[in-house]
């Protein structure tokens, strides 16, 4: 099992890699959407080969095999005000919710929707609530 410890590591070394190239990488935050992974953005510059090949050098160094490990083998649960804006997102597409979900699986396990509906309402309620966090969300479940 990956602890919280080595997961954070993990990500500042993959930060810190990324940031040894000169890209431009946001401190990470805590995901609202799962609570358990750390979100930031990368600006890719440059040559798109380069760019491609220290990425792929940095995640599989560092990320690549920790962070699934670690999420995997916890309970996600999203932030309330977020749960509450998919919630609402999905009723109004008329989804008929049961109102005991928790996370991203729960929403889409309930719904029998197609996991894109969720993955908009997510989104589209992340960006309405958070603005002030990295654009590229990681969503799993």
């Not at 930031?40 to 220290?54: M, Q, S």
């Not at 940095?58 to 916890?74: G, N």
């Not at 991203?104 to 908009?120: A, P």
Request: proline fraction near 6%; aromatic fraction near 10%; include cysteine.
């Amino acid at each position: 099992m990956v602890t919280e410890t080595e997961y954070r590591t993990a990500i500042d070394g993959f930060v810190s890699c990324m940031r040894k190239f000169d890209y431009d990488v946001t401190d990470p935050v805590l995901s609202p959407i799962d609570g358990l992974t750390l979100l930031y953005d990368l600006h890719p510059t440059g040559d798109p080969d380069t760019w491609n090949k220290n990425l792929d050098g940095c995640d599989s160094s560092f990320v690549s095999q920790i962070e699934p490990v670690y999420v995997e083998a916890r309970t996600q649960v999203m932030e309330p005000s977020l749960r509450d804006a998919t919630a609402q997102c999905l009723a109004e597409r008329g989804a008929d919710l049961g109102g005991e979900e928790r996370n991203v699986k729960n929403f889409v396990d309930t719904t029998g929707n197609s996991d894109n509906i969720v993955m908009r309402c997510v989104s589209d309620a992340m960006k309405r609530l958070f603005p002030d966090y990295p654009g590229f969300l990681k969503i799993r479940w």
